[in-house]
């Protein structure tokens, strides 16, 4: 187990480093090709992507690990029952971001050209979800090659498809370029979807109670996936009302739209991104804990669980002072390095030493759903989230422009990460069973 958990790190970092850089790369040709604005924009469109994202997954990917790393259920079974699922649920978004996408650009986003982009998003879901589906299954088996393989392939045909593409759509509209880059999602991810099914296996026989779905596995499947997936829907719901409240605020006090576009695409599309560089190893760690822990949990076997947690927090903080303090020493080098512009470093640096407790709340928020405690992790980023929408509008009206939404940031992060170490200490490494 210590072998395969040591392997599954190293392969989800090599994998997380290559689609971090590629990433990186896809933004700096983004940036460059639909500038500042254009940027702005599509980050205001982000964080409603984000949401409906997570939506559409439901938290498959961790709970379908989970199942399968216990290796007490029909897997096969697991996977098509998690399929018909996904289905409807995405049919139920189609629907709902064709109602909404006219109302959340004109009068919430008071953007219209943000209409686009927000509908070429239901075309977008069904793809991702599959492709989450069978990332669970693999993730739960332990083999982390073929998703780390997929990410990055997913991650190059993008890079040359924007590439080859957007130039020619600038000139016929930012809202014709920007929805061809949330369109392109759809053919990154059915490569990923195609590499994921070549590595299943293929000398297995399937049986028509394999297909049909099982309503004991459905509920098994939901009963894992929402308590674990709402954590993160909360802190996104938090983030789409996020540009609504700004946006609306800022407005109603009398700053300029182009301003409040041009320096929140500055924040979330430049400054946020530089800092969660180290999320990616963090992440790795997380994703290869979840079926370690979980099945070390019913196992009962606290001390390996304290163990790995330990690890996972000591090589998180490390890689995250390294990286935050060459990020404070010089902020304008590496912003104008990646994204051809100095602007914004002045929130870089404000905001880089409280990222550190970001970097370890991943971790910690995995042990808490690998040990079936995702409820009280979803209670306190609840409250943070709360807490964080509240001081936001508050903050905003005090005329601080953009420093409104770093001081919530701070706020949030602070509070949930310190509340998640209090339940991972209290309800796992010290509970007796």
Same mark, same amino acid.
């Given at each position: 187990?210590?072998?395969?958990?040591?392997?599954?790190?190293?392969?989800?970092?090599?994998g997380?480093?290559l689609?971090?850089?590629?990433?990186?790369?896809?933004?700096?040709?983004?940036? *460059?090709?639909?500038?500042?604005?254009?940027?702005?924009?599509?980050?205001?469109?982000?964080?409603?992507?984000?949401?409906?994202?997570?939506l559409?997954?439901?938290?498959?990917?961790?709970?379908?690990?989970?199942? &399968?790393?216990?290796?007490?259920?029909?897997?096969?079974?697991?996977?098509?029952s998690?399929?018909?699922?996904?289905?409807?649920?995405?049919? !139920?978004l189609?629907f709902?971001?064709?109602?909404?996408?006219?109302?959340?650009?004109?009068?919430?986003?008071?953007?219209?050209?943000?209409?686009?982009?927000?509908?070429?998003?239901?075309?977008?879901?069904?793809?991702?979800?599959?492709?989450?589906?069978l990332?669970?299954?693999?993730?739960? +088996?332990?083999?982390?090659?073929?998703?780390v393989?997929?990410?990055?392939?997913?991650?190059?045909?993008?890079?040359?498809?924007?590439?080859?593409?957007?130039?020619?759509?600038?000139?016929?509209?930012?809202?014709?370029?920007?929805?061809?880059?949330? %369109?392109v999602?759809?053919?990154?991810?059915?490569?990923?979807? &195609?590499?994921?099914?070549?590595?299943?296996?293929?000398k !297995?026989?399937?049986?028509?109670?394999?297909?049909? #779905?099982?309503k004991?596995?459905?509920?098994?499947?939901? $009963?894992?996936?929402? #308590?674990?997936?709402?954590?993160?829907?909360?802190?996104?719901?938090?983030?789409?009302?996020e540009?609504?409240? %700004?946006?609306?605020?800022?407005?109603?006090?009398?700053?300029?739209s182009?301003?409040?576009i041009?320096?929140?695409?500055?924040i979330?599309?430049?400054?946020?991104?530089?800092?969660?560089?180290?999320?990616?190893?963090?992440?790795?760690?997380?994703?290869?804990?979840?079926?370690?822990?979980?099945?070390? =949990?019913? $196992?009962?076997?606290?001390?390996?669980?304290?163990?790995?947690?330990?690890?996972?927090?000591?090589?998180?903080?490390?890689?995250?002072?390294?990286?935050?303090?060459?990020?404070?020493i $010089?902020?304008?080098f590496?912003?104008?390095f990646?994204?051809?512009?100095?602007?914004?470093?002045? =929130?870089?640096?404000?905001?880089? #030493?409280?990222?550190?407790?970001?970097?370890?709340?991943? #971790?910690?928020?995995?042990?808490?759903?690998a040990?079936?405690?995702?409820?009280?992790?979803?209670?306190?980023?609840?409250?943070?989230?709360?807490?964080?929408?509240?001081?936001l509008?508050i903050?905003?009206?005090f +005329?601080?422009?953009m420093?409104?939404?770093?001081?919530?940031?701070?706020?949030?992060?602070? =509070?949930?990460?310190?509340?998640?170490?209090?339940?991972? *200490? $209290?309800?796992?490494?010290?509970?007796? =069973?």
């Amino acid at each position: 187990m210590k072998q395969k958990f040591i392997i599954s790190t190293i392969i989800l970092i090599i994998g997380g480093f290559l689609t971090k850089v590629l990433g990186m790369l896809i933004k700096i040709i983004v940036t *460059r090709l639909i500038g500042v604005e254009g940027m702005g924009i599509y980050m205001l469109i982000m964080p409603t992507f984000s949401l409906f994202i997570a939506l559409a997954q439901l938290g498959f990917p961790i709970s379908i690990s989970k199942i &399968v790393s216990e290796d007490r259920k029909n897997n096969k079974n697991i996977i098509f029952s998690s399929f018909f699922l996904s289905i409807i649920i995405n049919l !139920i978004l189609f629907f709902i971001i064709l109602l909404i996408s006219p109302i959340l650009s004109k009068y919430l986003l008071h953007d219209t050209r943000c209409y686009l982009p927000l509908i070429s998003i239901a075309l977008v879901l069904p793809f991702i979800s599959i492709s989450s589906i069978l990332r669970g299954y693999f993730f739960g +088996k332990e083999r982390m090659f073929p998703h780390v393989l997929s990410n990055v392939c997913e991650q190059i045909i993008r890079l040359i498809i924007l590439m080859l593409i957007v130039p020619s759509l600038i000139v016929k509209g930012i809202d014709i370029a920007l929805s061809f880059i949330v %369109l392109v999602n759809i053919i990154s991810e059915g490569l990923s979807i &195609v590499i994921l099914y070549l590595f299943l296996p293929k000398k !297995i026989k399937l049986s028509k109670n394999d297909i049909i #779905p099982d309503k004991t596995n459905m509920k098994d499947v939901l $009963n894992t996936s929402i #308590p674990t997936t709402s954590s993160r829907l909360i802190g996104l719901i938090g983030y789409f009302f996020e540009p609504i409240i %700004l946006t609306s605020t800022l407005l109603f006090l009398g700053y300029k739209s182009n301003f409040i576009i041009s320096e929140y695409g500055l924040i979330t599309g430049f400054v946020m991104p530089l800092l969660m560089i180290p999320s990616f190893f963090t992440q790795a760690i997380s994703q290869a804990l979840i079926p370690v822990v979980s099945r070390a =949990y019913s $196992n009962r076997r606290i001390p390996y669980i304290k163990a790995k947690l330990y690890q996972s927090l000591i090589i998180s903080i490390t890689i995250g002072l390294a990286i935050t303090f060459l990020l404070m020493i $010089n902020p304008e080098f590496f912003l104008k390095f990646i994204y051809n512009t100095t602007e914004g470093s002045h =929130y870089l640096k404000v905001l880089a #030493p409280f990222f550190l407790f970001y970097y370890i709340q991943i #971790p910690l928020l995995s042990v808490l759903q690998a040990t079936n405690h995702a409820k009280e992790g979803m209670i306190s980023t609840l409250k943070g989230t709360i807490m964080k929408t509240a001081l936001l509008f508050i903050l905003s009206l005090f +005329k601080i422009g953009m420093y409104g939404l770093i001081i919530a940031t701070i706020v949030n992060i602070i =509070y949930v990460t310190y509340n998640q170490f209090k339940l991972v *200490r $209290n309800k796992v490494l010290k509970k007796a =069973y």
